[in-house]
């Protein structure tokens, strides 16, 4: 067995976040919270952000989730330098960590990030367990969404979730459990972190989690993974920073 790390994220800033919260700090487990200034679903007020930011992290979101990708380098700018000033200013601390929205960005934006001094920015890429070679491009594992169909839609997205992912399961060889539900693949991805070490890395939405009832199959790989021996339990800030160490 090899020494690996155990780290999770949650975007948007929803008030839903805090249960998220309640069920990491529940088993043990670290997070980052990814909240932007304003959210079509909602937003979180200074006092709710420095409430969360207690026991997790807190990391920047853009100040009004865009799509950084179609934007002119100066608002890009402001929403990455005005979302990092504005979190900074609620907090009273620094704030390490970016999000890019809906995983969207360019070399251009990863330039803008980095002028801005963040640590690093994490991505929406799945299925990743190896130590990131750029700290602007933090893939995640497994995202916390329906699987292997998508529940409480049009029957044409019914099959997206297994069309996505059917591919990437087979080429790595995963238990034929894993194409059976969430929570099994979710199993089998910590399974082989625990045989060849890396970063095991759990992303999702509160909102998202609630819309889909996944609360019982998300606390149910939180038991699973939670207090392992030669598991590092780290948000995403200390996760980079153990690796340059």
Request: hydrophobic fraction near 35%; proline fraction near 3%; glycine fraction near 8%.
């Amino acid at each position: 067995m090899n020494n690996i790390i155990v780290t999770t994220s949650w975007d948007d800033g929803h008030e839903l976040d805090f249960k998220l919260a309640d069920l990491l700090n529940k088993y043990g487990l670290k997070g980052t919270f990814y909240v932007a200034k304003e959210h079509s679903r909602g937003s979180l007020s200074d006092q709710r952000i420095r409430a969360l930011g207690q026991n997790q992290e807190i990391g920047a979101h853009t100040l009004s989730h865009p799509h950084l990708t179609t934007l002119n380098k100066d608002e890009a700018s402001r929403e990455i330098f005005g979302s990092k000033e504005y979190l900074q200013n609620i907090l009273g601390k620094e704030v390490k960590m970016f999000c890019y929205p809906s995983g969207e960005f360019n070399e251009e934006i990863k330039n803008l990030v980095r002028k801005v001094g963040f640590l690093g920015a994490r991505t929406t890429g799945t299925f990743c367990l190896q130590k990131p070679v750029d700290f602007l491009e933090l893939g995640t594992t497994v995202h916390v969404y329906p699987f292997p169909f998508r529940k409480q839609t049009q029957i044409q997205a019914l099959f997206e979730p297994l069309q996505r992912n059917f591919g990437t399961i087979l080429k790595m060889g995963l238990p034929i459990d894993s194409f059976f539900n969430w929570t099994n693949l979710a199993k089998n991805l910590f399974n082989r972190a625990l045989k060849n070490g890396g970063i095991y890395h759990l992303f999702g939405h509160s909102w998202e989690i609630e819309k889909y009832g996944m609360w019982q199959e998300l606390e149910e790989v939180f038991k699973y993974i939670a207090g392992k021996p030669n598991v590092r339990y780290l948000n995403n800030s200390q996760t980079l920073e153990s690796l340059n160490l």
